[in-house]
T-cell receptor, first 115, second 115 residues
Framework: GAVVSQHPSRVICKSGTSVKIECRSL??????MFWYRQFPKQSLMLMAT?????????EQGVEKDKFLINHASLTLSTLTVTSAHPEDSSFYIC???????????FGSGTQLSVL | GQQLNQSPQSMFIQEGEDVSMNCTSS?????WLWYKQDPGEGPVLLIA???AGELTSNGRLTAQFGITRKDSFLNISASIPSDVGIYFC?????WGGGATNKLIFGTGTLLAVQP
């Protein structure tokens, strides 16, 4: 199956700093990538949908100025958590697909801890 | 909005036992997906269902697409220790549960298997 690589797998940062998470589709071109957030013992909650070359579509309640998403190429999307605070500590997971109605492939996630 | 509720929330079983879990929706879905998530990893697709009444197997796993299109079931036979993890149902989000761009996840069922 297709491979989606997420980096870093774990990051610890100080409150107030910004953190960038990368999501790459290694062996296919992803027209759409999705970013999810998962708190401990909870489900995956969709944050935003990212289409290559256009602005991301954010889910209700997700601050677009806080969670900056860039999908500049067909193989890379980035999520930047700006001015991170402890309540942003969570497991962030990306997923990617070739096109509409195509299978979704998930990255291995990034555990963000904000001190 | 759409919700996918899973039951039970958690299960603690002995190795060799069969497991059954279900997922119900507040609206009709045209596709049901079952994922497994290991700790600190992204979810991995187990089974996909595309038609009401469909029964699909993947090794020891069997899933069914409910006739009402508002529920789905996952069964695991003869459980083994590596079955441990969180099992999520998922379906395409959007009005009427039809094919849209995004995937929403159920609340999850935590499975623990004692050797």
């Amino acid at each position: 199956g297709a491979v989606v690589s997420q980096h870093p797998s774990r990051v610890i940062c100080k409150s107030g700093t910004s953190v960038k998470i990368e999501c790459r589709s290694l062996d296919f071109q992803a027209t759409t990538m999705f970013w999810y957030r998962q708190f401990p013992k909870q489900s995956l909650m969709l944050m935003a949908t990212s289409n290559e070359g256009s602005k991301a579509t954010y889910e209700q309640g997700v601050e677009k100025d806080k969670f900056l998403i860039n999908h500049a190429s067909l193989t890379l999307s980035t999520l930047t958590v700006t001015s991170a605070h402890p309540e942003d500590s969570s497991f962030y997971i990306c997923s990617a697909r070739r096109g509409p109605n195509e299978k979704l492939f998930f990255g291995s996630g990034t555990q963000l801890s904000v001190l | 909005g759409q919700q996918l509720n899973q039951s039970p929330q958690s299960m603690f079983i002995q190795e060799g036992e069969d497991v059954s879990m279900n997922c119900t929706s507040s609206s009709i879905f045209n596709t049901w997906l079952w994922y497994k998530q290991d700790p600190g990893e992204g979810p991995v697709l187990l089974i996909a269902l595309y038609k009401a009444g469909e029964l699909t197997s993947n090794g020891r796993l069997t899933a069914q697409f409910g006739i009402t299109r508002k529920d789905s079931f996952l069964n695991i036979s003869a459980s083994i220790p590596s079955d441990v993890g969180i099992y999520f149902c998922a379906g395409p989000g959007g009005w009427g549960g039809g094919a849209t761009n995004k995937l929403i996840f159920g609340t999850g069922t935590l499975l623990a298997v004692q050797p």
